[in-house]
């Protein structure tokens, strides 16, 4: 029942998923709202809940009051092993916080972390943390490391992920006392880690896996969908002012711009996975339209295929000693 565009955009997506096979699709939320959306579709389950975390709540007092409310309930639903995964545009700090509280954290884990998935040019970078956790000891970023990298391998088909710290230069001396900290001891983790990297080689595939503070990650999550934005229009206006020869340019590109923008929307992905709790939670962008939440499930159905979530217990516990909390 969360997001800009909910129920109905998230019912939409529902349904696209259900008929590609994706596996058995639950909703959770107002059944007197949701059963029109369906129409005579069949084989789509409700679970029938009232209440709804409001966008703007808090994520304390969402924890509070989540008994009875979609968002609680769907988290439920995974934790009591009546789902496999939970898809939410919702409230993200609420069902991140939620998720925290009623799946708790993987053993070894001291902060979940948000994995966005980001557009690189020569195939998908995962950032670690893109907004959960805005401070962060070092050791926390090199489980941000050890998660994002079990993602890439078993969602995205990286058989050796490479682990780069964001820094404000490749050279090992460079970065705040955290980032320089962080990097040796990714070092000496279970992971490949290939140094420090500079925001301009993330989307140039430097690395496959890219960790950071959840305030920076956010930062560059934001800039880059701001970015992708930002070309689309100077795009479209530059044609738009060139005349009868730019309206025929455009007209003979728009195969390339229609490419280029399937690989510049956050709706390819659809969501990003939160990262080190008992349970595979993706947290879909709150603008997402019906073809954003058939990726952000098509997603969370290929998470639990692969066991994401013992691929990170298993990742975690091969570091050397245990993680500090």
């Known amino acids: 029942m969360g997001g800009d565009d909910a129920p109905g955009a998230i019912v939409a997506g529902a349904l696209l998923a259900h008929r590609d096979g994706l596996g058995r699709i639950v909703l959770v939320g107002d059944r007197a709202q949701l059963e029109p959306l369906l129409g005579a579709e069949r084989g789509i389950e409700i679970v029938d809940s009232a209440g709804v975390v409001p966008m703007d709540a808090a994520a304390a007092q969402a924890v509070r009051k989540s008994e009875g409310t979609s968002l609680g309930d769907a988290v439920e639903l995974v934790r009591d092993g009546r ?6 545009a919702g409230n993200s700090g609420a069902f991140l916080a939620i998720a925290l509280i009623r799946l708790r954290t993987i053993p070894g884990i001291a902060r979940p972390a948000i994995g966005a998935v980001l557009p ?3 195939g998908p970078v995962v950032l670690c943390d893109a907004g959960a956790n805005v401070d962060c000891k070092p050791e926390w970023l090199v489980q941000f490391g050890v998660m994002g990298s079990a993602y890439a391998r078993a ?6 992920p490479r682990v780069a710290v964001i820094s404000v230069g490749e050279e090992p001396s460079k970065g705040n006392a955290q980032s320089i900290e962080a ?3 990714l070092a000496a983790a279970p992971v490949r880690f290939v140094g420090n990297i500079e925001g301009k080689d993330i989307l140039q595939n430097h690395a496959d896996v890219v960790v950071a503070d959840g305030f920076v990650g956010n930062v560059i999550l934001k800039t880059s969908e701001g970015n992708a934005k930002y070309f689309g229009e100077v795009l479209r206006e530059s044609y738009a002012s060139a005349g009868i020869g ?3 340019g455009a007209l003979f590109s728009r195969g390339v711009f229609a490419k280029m923008r399937v690989r510049l929307d956050y709706a390819t ?3 990003a996975p939160l990262l080190g709790v008992r349970g595979n939670c993706v947290v879909a962008h709150g603008r997402s339209d019906r073809v954003a939440i058939r990726n952000a499930i098509r997603q969370a159905a290929a998470l639990a295929e692969h066991d994401l979530v ?3 217990g298993a990742a975690v516990s091969m570091s050397a000693g245990e993680p500090a909390r």
């Open 83 to 88: 789902a496999d995964a939970v898809v939410s």
């Open 120 to 122: 690189g040019r020569f």
């Open 155 to 160: 969602a995205l088909g990286i058989v050796e």
């Open 183 to 185: 990097a040796a001891l």
């Open 246 to 248: 730019g309206k025929l």
């Open 269 to 271: 992905y659809g969501g």
């Open 310 to 312: 013992g691929s990170i």
